[in-house]
DNA sequence: TGCATTATGGACTGCGTAGTCCACTACACC
DNA sequence: GGTGTAGTGGACTACGCAGTCCATAATGCA
């Protein structure tokens, strides 16, 4: 594959991973691709043989690194409960600018993809699970320096703030409001903190 | 309508909900609905003239009254620790002998309706609501008779035990297993507890 | 420069599916 | 028992969309 084929095939993923953003994967068609790359019909097919089923499934690659390479930025040095709350604040008003429409962008792709492309839900369940480890090394960190329960099962802990992160977005996704997604990461924050060791020192 | 009329609507309208749940609402065509029904093209849009949009609506509010009917079930009562416990339990289970396909029935398809129809959108959001105030009146419950410090806000309470419901199995359904839902459950109850007045007395 | 390989354009096919139409049947009510 | 309304059957239409094919253009390489 030439330089020029790379750079296509590269604006066809970008722009396809936009598009599955907003619209979702179903509602999202070659033509909708077509339009947003200038690519022709036959290049999606030429770069993505299994067509548009291989095409979503490296989106869903592409989208994850998306999305953990944002946490990665949230979440670097989470080792404090400061960042914990400052994390909580950027999700909650990331949800808000987009009038909390779409959800957690790799939710709602598995949610999608899960019982209708089995390749596909075992990228999304890895996806999960590097977002889980990214989770779990912030609170042993936290962990190791002492401000946190050394018997606290993080791995467990980590999964669980995922499910109320993941939670909490389908139902602001639902309602058009951040409430129930402020009301689950809260929650999550505050049982998390009952296990601290020395009371967090930023709060009442 | 005649007594015929009501008795094939109905029919309709129950075999279109289990089918929606079991493979998604994108997935029914009207062909599986007449299959299932024995029910001709045009007495779907005689009774649903809307097509299949107000049926999915119909269905949408159906499914609703399917799943608090078996909360209800489960949660009467909900005003003592056992009881919620009982309630992880069973919902862990009923997830595994589903072999942890199609997430929650509700939230699925909350999820695949709630960028495309936005009249589909408020009956699940209604849906929501109404679940919340279940388990919101449970936990009320307990509070008054002292097993929760007053001063919990019940309402918020309610609204993340239902994210890390719904984000759990949203994970589990990604995962094939029940881990994260537990995982969920756990922590939520957890942190339930520690708002407890007296120590939940049937635990360690 | 010439040949092979890769990239691109766009017409064409086929299929699944929602939705329409009209003829026919059964039932309720007078 | 006749008449009208509700119920039923199924062929037919329209259309969006995935996927195929082949011709042409650009690019890399010797």
Known sequence: MTRRGRQTRTRIVEATAD???VKGVRATTLDDIRAATGASRSQLF???PGGKAELVRVVAVRQTERVLEAQRLLLD???TWEALHRWRDAVVAAQRDRQCAGG???GSLASEVAEHDERARALMDSAFDQWQGLLTSGLRAMQDRGELRA???VED???ALLASLQGGLLLAQT???TKPLEAALDAALAHLESLALRRPTHKA
Do not use: E, M, S, W
Request: with cysteine.
């Open 77 to 79: 040095r989470l080792d």
């Open 104 to 106: 957690c962008p790799l």
């Open 151 to 153: 018997d606290a099962g």
């Open 46 to 48: 030429h770069y993505f």
């Open 157 to 159: 802990l980590a999964l």
């Open 19 to 21: 598009l599955v953003l």
């Open 175 to 177: 309602a058009r409001t």
